[in-house]
């Protein structure tokens, strides 16, 4: 837009007058504009817009948020508008819309941003094109270009091809040009002497081949409005009859023929209704344009000729133009050579494939192209034995001087009054050939990556023959059984008849993978069979991968394993048994020394000297500690022994905790240590209760023991997933991470100066974990040297009761 300056820039009553103006213009022009703030609102738009989105009014239209309106942020509208504003750019997009009313539309939008003075976004214009019709003639011009394709292809094999092999082109074009219409079947009718429209050659899909059309001579009198159609408009279409057909005599017609839809081409010969070609059902929805109507005229035009060529020999002055502009389009290379190898013409196409025009070949040898006199002579021998030649494969010279591989059918044409000539369509195989050697590089990988796998692999078939393996080095299958493709069965577990149960018939029935374990009787070895399935593009099983691995030794290591593991237990199940039997035996002498060293220090039978006295704490407090050493031993030799039971009952947690904490309160005020109870009264659990009251004992005790002066011990417990965990953490001197492993391990203790200062078995903590893991529970510690240490252990099954709820 135009600065304003001069006497309108300071008159603002002229400067509104000439924005009116410009408003005006904008609002009329024939391409949509909007104006947008940042939010999205709509500060302007046009009529042409306003039209072309189906809106009512402007009014309405500004209601809308261009960011959130539905319709655009389908379109991705929205998104690109938001884009330019965050990002600060021009955008220029094409894409389609669908309006509120439902009308499909091809939109190209141009955004850009809006800035105030001080060079920050304000908001947006953008710019709207309706190119749904440009849009829609490219979608025509694709159409085009494939009946075109069509056109050439079909006039290739009809150039390609002599009279004699008429019939079998005429429905090969049939076939391409069925397949291109959604068509599954066609029919060529051909008006004869007696006024009938016989049919000469048809086609049809697999699935209609007993269909197809079911009236297989029309007499023309019965259809004259139909002939009239086909010599006015050269393509008739009736459409499916349920929906489009009228009138009756339409109606009428595809049900003569057994159809619900047709499109007919006419073949007219010199002004004359020939016949024409049917094709049914037409099954796409297409837009039937002028254009298209006119390139498949021109398909029934190469009809027409070509039965005209079959009939009249080797007449075909009429079809010449026609034919040299198919050939001018020819993809392949066109080549027609003399008796003496002397290039008489060739395609345009041969400049795309050689690099020569056709103009610098003819009355050129072919040794110009092909240098290898040895594939000339072959081909010529070839040729004049048989007449023709199909797909004989050599390499040519480019003008570049560079190789390329060629494919080449030929045949002799004979022309009046003169020597035939040889027709030669040339195909660039380079690539395909490329193609093939890298699919062959890749077969050869595949297969020295089969062969080194030193397990047995098999691919099976349906009927259990072995089709691929790699049998090297495999001395229980014979020589003869590689060399075929011998049963599954035999040559594997030498039956001669399949297993019961077949598991490969099973993975074929089911498509689910199966591992089963064979002894073969032959060599006495045991071998894993795993059997998966291989699916076909239908997802069908069609093979079967049987995966054999030797086991025999696999199977003897575990067995040793197992009798070695079966051993140890037995040895520590003796062990086990004999110390928990040896329990009374043991305990019953040494409380008895506790006993009477008891009653000397309490002086019952007189009174003792220090000495005395000091030998006899000795022995108490060291048959004390011998008790406790023999009690925890004996403890874990219940347990793994399997001789300890639980006696279950319903308690308090936190009373338990409460009075194995009072039991320690001397040792705890001796060591100058604080031991705080914080398990909340509301939780109980079903369990043995003196099992956890030694729990707690062990693991109060040590804290107590490895915490110094002036430390504190907290015992509390949480509920996770019905689960109790308890908690026992300290202030002590902590423990080392290379040294947690040895903590629940019988007779082991941390390796530390200020460890061996206290005495200790090494037991409580291997028997705490064992009491844990008794019960369901497990026990963890987490711990930092010098930081203290926090222990964790489960109590399941458990039955909480909140008081607050009663």
């Excluded at 302007?44 to 209601?63: C, H, I, R, Y």
């Excluded at 920050?120 to 003639?137: A, E, L, M, P, Y």
């Amino acid at each position: 837009m135009q600065k304003l300056t001069g006497p309108i820039k300071n008159n603002p009553e002229k400067m509104y007058v000439e924005k009116t103006n410009y408003s005006d213009m904008i609002y009329d022009l024939p391409i949509g504009v909007i104006r947008i703030d940042t939010s999205g609102q709509i500060l302007f738009l046009n009529k042409t817009l306003l039209d072309m989105l189906d809106l009512p009014s402007e009014g309405v239209a500004q209601s809308f948020n261009v960011l959130s309106f539905e319709p655009l942020q389908k379109a991705g509208i929205s998104y690109l508008v938001k884009d330019s504003i965050l990002n600060d750019k021009e955008i220029t997009a094409e894409l389609p819309y669908t309006t509120t009313r439902g009308k499909e539309l091809y939109l190209r939008i141009r955004t850009r941003p809006e800035k105030d003075k001080d060079g920050r976004i304000k908001g947006c214009f953008g710019t709207v094109d309706d190119i749904s019709g440009r849009k829609q003639t490219e979608t025509i011009l694709e159409h085009r270009m494939e009946i075109e394709s069509l056109i050439v292809d079909i006039s290739a094999d009809f150039i390609g091809h002599g009279s004699d092999e008429m019939d079998r082109t005429i429905s090969t074009a049939l076939q391409s040009i069925s397949e291109s219409l959604g068509a599954e079947s066609a029919c060529m009718f051909e008006l004869s002497g007696n006024g009938h429209f016989a049919i000469t050659h048809e086609w049809h899909t697999i699935s209609t081949e007993q269909g197809g059309f079911a009236a297989r001579n029309l007499r023309m009198k019965d259809m004259e409005w139909l002939v009239d159609r086909l010599e006015k408009q050269s393509v008739v279409i009736i459409p499916n009859t349920s929906e489009h057909c009228d009138p009756e005599q339409e109606k009428q017609f595809i049900e003569q023929l057994g159809v619900s839809s047709v499109l007919m081409l006419s073949m007219v010969n010199q002004g004359e209704l020939a016949g024409f070609i049917a094709f049914t059902p037409i099954k796409e929805e297409k837009q039937w344009v002028l254009e298209y109507f006119q390139l498949l005229c021109l398909l029934g035009e190469i009809f027409v000729n070509s039965i005209e060529r079959k009939r009249s020999s080797w007449k075909l002055q009429q079809s010449e133009e026609k034919y040299r502009r198919i050939f001018r389009e020819f993809h392949d290379v066109y080549f027609e050579i003399d008796a003496k190898d002397k290039i008489l013409t060739s395609s345009p196409s041969v400049n795309r494939h050689l690099g020569y025009e056709p103009e610098e070949l003819r009355g050129h040898s072919l040794d110009l192209v092909c240098r290898n006199s040895h594939d000339r002579k072959f081909l010529r021998s070839t040729l004049d034995a048989n007449g023709y030649v199909d797909d004989f494969e050599m390499d040519m010279i480019k003008k570049s001087g560079e190789t390329t591989n060629v494919s080449i059918s030929a045949h002799y044409v004979h022309k009046e009054d003169t020597l035939p000539v040889i027709a030669c369509v040339i195909r660039n195989i380079t690539e395909r050939k490329n193609i093939i050697a890298e699919i062959q590089q890749q077969k050869n990988l595949l297969t020295s990556t089969f062969d080194s796998i030193p397990d047995l692999l098999a691919v099976i078939d349906k009927d259990l023959h072995v089709v691929l393996s790699n049998w090297k080095e495999r001395d229980y299958i014979s020589d003869e059984e590689k060399r075929s493709n011998p049963l599954c069965y035999n040559c594997f577990m030498h039956r001669d008849e399949p297993c019961d149960p077949c598991h490969a018939m099973e993975v074929f029935r089911t498509g689910i993978v199966r591992t089963v374990e064979r002894t073969n009787p032959v060599d006495g070895k045991t071998r894993e069979i795993r059997v998966m399935p291989i699916f076909d593009e239908n997802g069908n099983v069609s093979l079967v991968i049987e995966h054999i691995r030797d086991m025999t030794e696999r199977k003897r290591s575990e067995q040793l394993v197992i009798d070695a593991k079966m051993a140890a237990e037995e040895a520590n199940r003796t062990k086990s048994e004999f110390l928990a039997n040896m329990s009374h035996e043991l305990r019953t002498p040494l409380n008895s020394v506790i006993g009477f060293s008891e009653i000397l220090l309490d002086e019952t039978f007189g009174s003792l000297n220090k000495k005395q006295m000091r030998h006899v704490k000795n022995i108490s407090t060291s048959g004390k500690h011998l008790l406790s050493l023999i009690n925890d031993i004996l403890d874990l030799s219940k347990i793994e022994a399997g001789k300890m039971d639980l006696n279950l009952e319903e308690f308090c947690i936190s009373s338990v905790a409460g009075d194995t904490i009072t039991i320690l309160s001397p040792l705890a005020l001796k060591n100058n240590v604080t031991v705080r109870n914080e398990i909340s009264a509301s939780i109980t659990v079903r369990s043995d209760k003196g099992k956890i009251r030694q729990i707690f004992y062990n693991l109060i005790s040590n804290a107590i023991k490895f915490t110094p002066d002036n430390g504190c011990i907290t015992v509390g417990a949480e509920v996770l997933n019905e689960v109790v965990h308890v908690i026992v953490k300290d202030t002590g001197i902590g423990i080392s991470p290379e040294d947690v492993d040895k903590l629940f391990q019988p007779f082991r203790q941390i390796d530390s100066s200020y460890i061996r200062k206290y005495d200790g078995t090494g037991l409580g903590l291997a028997l705490v974990k064992k009491l844990v893991e008794m019960q369901g529970g497990t026990i963890q510690v987490e711990s930092e040297v010098g930081r203290g240490s926090k222990f964790v252990f489960t109590i399941p099954e458990l039955k909480i009761i909140d008081l607050l709820d009663d």
